[in-house]
């Protein structure tokens, strides 16, 4: 990607997730005014969209690439063929994705229940998966 390009939009849906190879990207909310704030900047290494990706709920930042970029985009199709090859990925996945809440929530001050939100990403990560396989399932011939 080039400086400048965005990988996904706040309160889009997620269609997939990234690896950051290559760059650098900045990643910005929006302020009750509606005006971008960067929150964070991530670069190789990294990965950005997992936790809209894995639960279905809305992208809560923009990302945009801040220099030229090389990322991985892994789609929801990807994961949710991996999920159920290996079911036991949700419980670790969940865990991962509730360290980073756990992370995000630290840096905005508040206190938290670890175990109350691995057991709540958990259950939304399972319940989006099978919201999607139901409806896969509905549209097949």
């Known amino acids: 990607l080039k400086k400048g390009d965005v990988l996904q939009n706040q309160g ?4 997939s997730m990234f690896i950051v190879l290559e760059g650098a990207i900045s990643i910005a909310i929006k302020t009750p005014s509606q005006d971008p704030q960067e929150v964070a900047v991530s670069a190789a290494g990294d990965v950005v969209g997992e936790m809209s990706l894995m639960t279905g ?4 930042a923009t990302v945009t690439a801040l220099t030229r970029l090389r ?17 036991e990925l949700f419980e670790r996945f969940s865990r991962v994705l509730a360290q980073r809440q756990l992370e995000i929530d630290a840096l905005a001050n508040r206190r938290v229940d670890k175990r109350a939100v ?9 319940a989006f998966f099978t919201r999607m396989t139901s409806r896969s399932t509905e549209d097949a011939p």
Do not use: G, H, Q
């Not at 889009?12 to 269609?15: E, I, P, R, S």
């Not at 991985?72 to 079911?87: A, G, H, S």
């Open 12 to 15: 889009d849906a997620a269609v």
């Open 71 to 87: 990322a991985l985009e892994i789609t929801r199709d990807t994961i949710d063929d991996m999920l159920k090859k290996n079911p």
């Open 57 to 60: 709920a809305p992208r809560t």
């Open 118 to 126: 691995e057991r709540d990403i958990l259950s939304r990560m399972r």
